[in-house]
């Protein structure tokens, strides 16, 4: 990319050549060599194109998780969290053995027992995470070390939609006291593919852990 200096102000392609205007100064860059049709169709493209198929369904996948958690996440204060939480649903979608490269899927890798652990290890900017001190055992939540009854605990529970990018979720919100197990009724079938995301929080309001279980 070039600036010029010239008498005639021209804008649009000449020859290989494109000219335009960049903030307020006149701009000449050559045609990118890029080639819709040869994309979709050379074979020398195939790698690109599935990176590049992966990589949306990635994106729409953490984008339909996110909304569902979106009044929680915000208060992780984490101006890239965007980011960090894209390359968790790729780190996820890359532990997909079944099927080919190309249409490996964020679904298949959560059904693995590393894409859970990776689901359950990632942290919410500064927000302590959830584990170990909860986990979900046949529609039973137990808790572990807690040591005050003065929090309160939200379960949002989610049945993903993994072909359509839609995320059925309920929210169950209730005390929490070191040691205790509470019995979930979410309405989902015991047979559902679920994940289960919880925060506490103070009397306050104030968010002191958060992440899924």
């Known amino acids: 990319m070039a600036t010029y200096e010239s008498i005639i102000k021209i804008k649009g392609a000449v020859g290989d050549l494109v000219f335009y205007t960049l903030n307020g100064k006149n701009v000449v860059?050559?045609?990118?060599?890029?080639?819709?049709?040869?994309?979709?169709?050379?074979?020398?493209?195939?790698?690109?194109?599935?990176?590049?198929?992966?990589?949306?369904?990635?994106?729409?996948?953490?984008?339909?998780?996110?909304?569902?958690?979106?009044?929680?996440?915000?208060?992780?204060?984490?101006?890239?969290?965007?980011?960090?939480?894209?390359?968790?649903?790729t780190s996820v979608k890359d532990l997909d053995l079944t099927s080919e490269r190309g249409k490996r899927t964020v679904g298949n890798g959560l059904k693995t027992e590393q894409g859970k652990k990776l689901l359950k290890e990632f942290q919410f900017g500064n927000v302590k995470n959830i584990v170990p001190e909860v986990r979900i055992e046949a529609q039973t939540l137990y808790t572990n070390h807690y040591h005050t009854v003065t929090n309160n605990i939200t379960l949002v529970i989610i049945k993903p939609d993994f072909e359509n990018y839609r995320m059925e979720f309920v929210e169950e919100t209730f005390p929490l006291a070191s040691g205790q197990s509470v019995s979930l009724e979410p309405g989902f079938s015991k047979d559902d593919f679920l994940l289960y995301f919880m925060v506490i929080k103070k009397e306050d309001g104030s968010i002191t852990h958060m992440g899924f279980i």
Do not use: W
């Open 29 to 89: 860059r050559k045609k990118s060599g890029f080639n819709k049709t040869a994309f979709t169709k050379n074979p020398s493209y195939e790698k690109v194109r599935q990176n590049s198929t992966e990589f949306g369904h990635c994106s729409r996948m953490g984008k339909a998780l996110r909304s569902c958690l979106s009044s929680y996440i915000k208060e992780a204060g984490d101006p890239l969290l965007y980011q960090k939480f894209a390359r968790l649903m």
